[in-house]
């Protein structure tokens, strides 16, 4: 069966010569005359040249046509059969202490790829911890009161970082002097599960080398976390390949727009939703993160929680 582009350009090349045969047909009506013999092969190869160029200016705009509006769907229908489902992160919070149930497919993945969302080990002795994680994909002039607020608290913390962050020296150099780790979240951010195998590969292995490049002195990175919370089966088995945990959450609150968030009742929230062993994200974009974390960490110690090290995870 033809496609689309295929039975386009086949009707266009039939209509092409069609007008072609009529435009032709008057300078053949009597080929025998010498007047005209000249004129036909000049018309007749002028006319070749011209259904030429139209049918290949027509094919260079069905490329361009299917590949601007077609492939994107196809691909990711191609990509979706190989790799299976995409899992778009997302837990229904509890208020009970209890840990939030993982989607069926995501929680099944992460844990053949030896990925995680709680402390295992808290969860199941009931140990009160929690961990804090935060992602960074540009500085927005927060970071240093966030990093004041946790040196206070004594706190250590994932930074999980873009390849865009890597040019704050400082604060990094900062985060890993006062204790923090930091972790991988992709070169440009991309949407994962949209990309081939080598595309995955490249986002997050070119954030994994330009960061020992930039900071050697620094450990290794080993905690993962895809961006949007959005991945596939590839996704994390290629982060496992590489070393990699990839690092979900089992907390997390609307925080990452540009209006500052209400304090006080984002500190409630997350308090309200705590249970052994909890990852809650966090994001630094928001000119309110400080406030609510100066909320958060004096409740969370009123319920018995203290925070855990990333080393603990």
């Given amino acids: 069966m033809l496609s689309a582009s295929q039975s386009l350009g086949t009707s266009f090349n039939v209509g092409i010569n069609v007008v072609l045969h009529f435009i032709q047909k008057p300078y053949h009506t009597n080929p025998k005359k010498s007047t005209h013999k000249n004129f036909i092969t000049t018309n007749h190869n002028a006319m070749k040249i011209i259904k030429n160029t139209f049918v290949s200016a027509f094919a260079l705009i069905l490329t361009v046509v299917a590949f601007v ?85 004594n706190i250590k913390g994932i930074f999980f970082l873009c390849g865009n962050y890597l040019q704050e020296t400082d604060l990094i150099n900062r985060m890993l002097a006062e204790g923090h780790t930091i972790g991988n979240h992709t070169d440009r951010h991309k949407d994962l599960p949209t990309l081939s195998e080598e595309g ?85 974009t928001n000119a309110g993160t400080p406030k609510m974390l100066e909320l958060l960490i004096p409740q969370l110690a009123d319920k018995g929680y203290t925070i855990g090290t990333p080393a603990e995870l």
């Fill in 69 to 153: 509006a077609c492939p994107k769907g196809n691909t990711a229908q191609a990509i979706t059969a190989q790799s299976g489902p995409t899992v778009s992160w997302g837990l229904s919070p509890n208020t009970r202490e209890q840990t939030p149930t993982a989607p069926e497919h995501g929680g099944a993945l992460l844990a053949e790829h030896n990925g995680f969302y709680v402390n295992n080990a808290d969860a199941e002795a009931g140990t009160k911890k929690a961990y804090f994680t935060f992602d960074l994909g540009y500085e927005a002039g927060h970071t240093a009161e966030v990093l004041d607020i946790l040196k206070k608290h």
């Fill in 200 to 284: 995955i590969t490249k986002d997050i292995m070119t954030l994994q080398n330009n960061y020992i490049e930039k900071f050697p002195n620094s450990e290794t990175l080993k905690f993962f976390r895809p961006p949007q919370g959005r991945f596939d089966e590839r996704t994390l088995r290629i982060a496992n390949d590489n070393n990699l945990r990839t690092t979900m959450w089992s907390i997390a609150i609307v925080d990452w727009g540009k209006k500052p968030i209400n304090a006080p009742a984002c500190a409630d929230k997350i308090a309200s939703r705590i249970h052994p062993g909890a990852v809650v994200l966090f994001h630094i």
